[in-house]
């Protein structure tokens, strides 16, 4: 059975930091391609950031230079540090895994597997 585990969400202040994690159990974490993608309400899925099995990382625009995914396939974790946060990267951050690296990162309905999600707000 395939799980993925966000925790580390919060509330913070503007211009603060946070750091989210994603354990993953049931697969072969350090081949699987990883994603962070996030909802705000009333708008769709967006994906945040990848990093796939060799390390190659993309991000989106609006967190270039903020955010930071990493991996530690020791620990079957995915991390993203969110730094200098702002009140429109408030939203329902989400891990998601997809085994190949094909295709385009940003689309959610190339990966397979989701977190349940965890909530982030930034307020100003």
């Known amino acids: 059975q395939v799980q993925l585990a966000e925790s580390g969400g919060g509330s913070v202040q503007a211009g603060g930091s946070l750091r989210l994690s994603c354990e993953v159990s049931g697969v072969v974490f350090s081949s699987y391609c990883m994603g962070w993608f996030r909802q705000a309400p009333e708008k769709e899925r967006e994906g945040v950031a990848v990093?796939?099995?060799?390390?190659?990382?993309k991000y989106a625009d609006s967190v270039k230079g903020r955010f930071t995914i990493s991996r530690d396939n020791a620990k079957n974790t995915l991390y993203l540090q969110m730094n200098n946060l702002k009140p429109e990267d408030t939203a329902m951050y989400y891990c998601a895994a997809r085994s190949t690296s094909g295709g385009t990162w940003r689309d959610p309905t190339s990966y397979g597997y989701w977190g349940q999600g965890i909530n982030v707000t930034v307020y100003s």
């Open positions: 990093i796939f099995s060799d390390g190659r990382t």
